[in-house]
């Protein structure tokens, strides 16, 4: 198969991503929507890939985020460089400190996982708010210039969406790959994984890597936008928000992440009260858990295969069925099930 | 120093009351509530709009609904699989949900409730009696939780829940009943701290995760397996907090809860896997 | 010259007040098939798991081709070559038999985490290579006809030459089999003996540790029998099938499981 004709994820999202980018300049309002949409996709992105794919459930991703953006900001502000130089280290200072983190827990059960993460992005969220000489303390850091040649709202918003094309490329480029296949079965049986020959270890830690380097883009993106960056810009509620994203889409899917954002963050605006999101959000989490624990793009895959139950799929990589617990191989669609307990 | 010493006691007396239903229901249950903060507050939020001692009724009523919510949600997943990270994921969308509509109904303000106007004088210390009251209460109920443990069938049921699950419903105990039991205890005592911490410090809308953390610190800093290291926790917790309040910065205070879990979880208490001479 | 084996030298192992090895040692020669045989408690799984690298054994030594691999982690013990299937297969059912096998060529991959990131060309290319060293490894194993199925919709049999194809793709030198005839009918086990035959003519160095005396008999030139994590007979087969203690412990049962 052609290298773009197996990568159905991709081409999925780069329509969707030309449609944003026709759409969105269309009206002012949409247009600040669709780009702060796609921001949070691509920081969505980063927390499914870790606990989709790695079973790392990361609540720090927000504050991977905000790493990022205090990166360029600094960068920009106080050191006068170009974005494009704020970029790289918004990218590799999160992925190393994710790095850190990964070799911390990974021999943890996923729970205390989950709570490690969430203390690690409550204590970056204290210190943001506390290290005035860095990050601008409480007040935060304002006046961040634009990127260079993207000044203008609907010119970025294509950049925010080729970045987002680019992780998805990148997500399934991994699932399609030995390594990609290696995750699958560490996820499923790390004793099978250890006896295939499997460092699991670095596997994952390199995984919860690529999810920094991720939200830390992300968070790139969303300095330069907004230009201005506080520690309430993507504190702890970013991180759940991003996760819940990631649930509610389907964690295990590639393009789930980025169809929960559109629903949660788009219908979320069309709540008739700021204060009443956290009621949508919760609902929305504990509903999905209930009915469909494997998001929505997993319901979606179950009904579709009840449909073709008949089909005999010949070729060898074919995407397995959705019943019995266990991963994927390289499939175009690949899909794990990241919610149940690991053996 | 021994004024804020003392004041920590106070504290963590309320501390230890918040973990001592995350420690029954992660022996019981290998997983946690995370909505225990939430009950807190919606307990808190509903004692302040309504007066008197019906408020404070109200106010427990309420949180004892909250967590039997928690509790059908409980029993639902359950059904369909084991996984103790869906409890905890649920748990935490429920405490989104709580903390949400209390910002909705109550708005931003704190809530606070203040009975007593004098201080006691205590050898040189000076006591707010709230926090007296606040400390009997907790070992009050702390003391009940260990009684109930150590000498009774229903404690007996629960140790064996929490050894064994498995084992436990071979020997006809209803683990479930015990499981959901525990999420209602932490409803209560989760109901009971939250009216405490009205009555002294107060809260506002963003407390429910902080005390969440707070309370799985306290359960955790000792061993999670019983009542009196949750005290021990808590009062420990409490002690730090208020030590560092007094002599440190408001930074290095607000890091507290987080440090703790972290150094608690990062030691391995929580136990990952490991092989036998059994086959892997 | 060291010469080239894998083995268990004066392996000791004690759990809490348990020893479940008592100076057990075992060699494993290339090209020669060598039986573990021994009653349940026996020993033989933990001297498995000490010789695959999932268990540190308290004392003794692990060694490979002179190398001593003692404190090797699992992962690092495969990568050396010694490959293990385990008693109950550890397979993923809903993948089928091909793809199996090509989840065990993970260690002759070169390329690293971030090429397959970004996709760069050699990483594809590996890729490419890997594809289709699964499939000589399932012309080899003779799977070709199954290979595209399920592996829930396999037979017993089938499912454990998968095992034993996955633990060879990536040209282990040496291969420790967990009972693989755990569970298959007589011809099933023949094509297995036949299997493991071929893997040892072409120098491939076989622990099989066994509960069937009739496998064991069929393929291995020598057995070790353990009893309460002690060495107490090693010889050949027959000589086993004679000794008066490995009778006495053993055979009484699998004497009477011979004959059927």
Not at chain 2, 12 to 30: D, H, S
Not at chain 3, 194 to 223: K, P, Q, T, W, Y
Request: with cysteine; glycine share 10%.
């Amino acid at each position: 198969m052609s290298f773009l004709a197996s990568r159905r994820n991709t081409l999925i999202m780069a329509v969707v991503g030309v449609i944003a980018c026709a759409v969105a300049p269309l009206n002012p309002v949409w247009l600040d929507s669709v780009i702060l949409t796609g921001i949070l996709a691509l920081i969505s992105l980063s927390a499914g890939l870790a606990f989709g794919q790695a079973g790392i459930l990361s609540m720090a991703q927000g504050a991977f985020a905000a790493i990022g953006a205090y990166a360029t900001a600094v960068c920009a502000t106080r050191l006068g460089l170009p974005a494009w130089a704020g970029l790289s280290l918004a990218i590799t200072l999160p992925a190393a400190l994710a790095w850190a983190l990964a070799r911390m827990v990974t021999r943890m059960p996923e729970l205390a996982t989950a709570l490690a993460t969430l203390a690690l992005a409550t204590l970056l969220e204290i210190v943001a708010r506390n290290w005035d000489a860095v990050t601008g303390g409480y007040v935060g850091i304002a006046g961040i210039p634009p990127v260079e040649g993207f000044g203008v709202a609907w010119r970025f918003n294509i950049l925010v969406w080729v970045f987002v094309l680019l992780a998805v490329l990148a997500y399934e480029n991994l699932m399609l790959s030995a390594h990609g296949r290696a995750l699958n079965i560490v996820r499923h049986d790390r004793t099978r994984a250890m006896a295939d020959g499997i460092a699991v270890a670095p596997l994952l830690s390199a995984m919860l890597a690529t999810s920094g380097a991720m939200a830390g883009a992300g968070g790139w993106l969303y300095a330069h936008y907004i230009t201005y960056m506080s520690p309430q810009s993507l504190d702890t509620h970013a991180s759940i928000s991003a996760l819940l994203m990631a649930v509610v889409g389907g964690a295990g899917y590639i393009l789930g992440p980025v169809l929960g954002t559109f629903l949660l963050n788009l219908l979320g605006k069309l709540l008739p009260a700021q204060e009443a999101q956290g009621l949508f959000y919760g609902g929305a989490l504990i509903l999905i858990l209930l009915v469909a624990p494997q998001g929505l793009l997993g319901w979606l895959s179950k009904l579709t295969e009840r449909g073709s139950a008949r089909k005999v799929r010949a070729t060898p990589d074919a995407p397995a069925q959705a019943s019995a617990p266990g991963p994927t191989t390289a499939g175009p669609e690949t899909k794990t099930r990241p919610l149940e307990a690991a053996p | 120093m021994l004024e804020y010493a003392f004041r920590g006691l106070l504290n963590g007396a309320v501390y230890a009351l918040l973990a001592l239903p995350m420690t029954l229901f992660f022996t019981t249950a290998a997983t946690v509530d995370f909505a225990i903060g939430a009950y807190a507050l919606l307990a808190a939020a509903v004692a302040t709009a309504i007066p008197g001692p019906a408020g404070i009724l109200a106010g427990l009523a309420s949180a004892l609904a909250a967590s039997l919510v928690m509790a059908v949600i409980f029993v639902l997943l359950k059904r369909t699989s084991e996984g103790g990270i869906r409890v905890a994921l649920a748990s935490f969308g429920l405490s989104l949900a709580i903390a949400s509509i209390v910002l909705i109904v109550w708005g931003t303000k704190p809530f606070v409730r203040q009975t007593f106007t004098t201080m006691f004088e205590f050898g040189g210390l000076r006591v707010n009696p709230q926090g007296l009251i606040n400390f009997t209460l907790a070992l009050v109920l702390v003391g009940a939780t260990w009684l109930i443990l150590a000498r009774t069938q229903l404690g007996r049921m629960m140790r064996a829940a929490a050894v064994n699950a498995r084992g436990a419903e071979l020997a006809a105990i209803p683990v479930i009943g015990v499981q959901c039991g525990t999420l209602l205890a932490g409803g209560l005592l989760g109901g009971v701290a939250g009216l405490l911490i009205l009555h002294s410090s107060g809260m506002d809308f963003t407390a429910s995760l902080g005390l969440t953390f707070i309370g799985f610190a306290a359960a955790i800093i000792f061993g999670i397996h019983s009542p009196l290291r949750c005290l021990a926790g808590g009062l420990a917790i409490g002690v730090i907090e208020a030590l560092s309040a007094g002599y440190t910065s408001g930074m290095v205070t607000s890091m507290l809860p987080s440090l703790f879990m972290l150094i608690v979880l990062l030691s391995g208490q929580l136990g990952a896997g490991r092989y036998s001479g059994d086959r892997p | 010259m060291t010469e080239s084996m894998l083995v268990a030298r004066d392996v000791r192992m004690v759990f809490g007040g348990v020893i479940a090895l008592d100076r057990a040692s075992i060699e494993v020669r290339p090209g020669r098939v060598t039986g573990l045989i021994g009653r349940n408690g026996s020993g033989k799984s933990t001297l498995f798991n000490c010789l695959t690298g999932f268990l540190r054994p308290t004392a003794g030594t692990i060694e490979l081709d002179g190398l001593d691999i003692t404190a090797h982690a699992p992962h690092e013990v495969m990568r050396a070559g010694v490959a293990r299937t385990f008693q109950t297969p550890r397979i993923d059912f809903q993948t089928t038999a091909r793809e199996a096998v090509l989840c065990g060529l993970f260690t002759r991959v070169r390329h690293g985490f971030l090429s397959s990131l970004l996709g760069l060309p050699h990483a594809l290319r590996e890729e490419q290579t890997m594809q289709r060293r699964a499939d000589e490894v399932v012309e080899r194993m003779r799977m070709q006809a199954w290979a595209a199925s399920k592996v829930n919709q396999l037979s017993m049999g089938r499912v454990r030459s998968v095992e034993v194809a996955r633990a060879i793709a990536a040209d282990a030198r040496y291969l420790l089999l967990d009972e693989p005839a755990a569970g298959i009918g007589r011809d099933e086990m023949r094509v297995l003996a036949d299997e493991i035959r071929s893997l040892a003519d072409r120098g491939i160095g076989v622990l099989l540790v066994e509960h069937n005396f009739s496998l064991i008999r069929m393929l291995c030139e020598d057995v070790t029998v353990l009893e309460t994590g002690a060495v107490i007979f090693r010889g050949t087969p027959e000589a086993a099938r004679h000794d008066e203690r490995v009778r006495q412990l053993y055979l009484g049962t699998a004497a009477a499981g011979e004959a059927a």
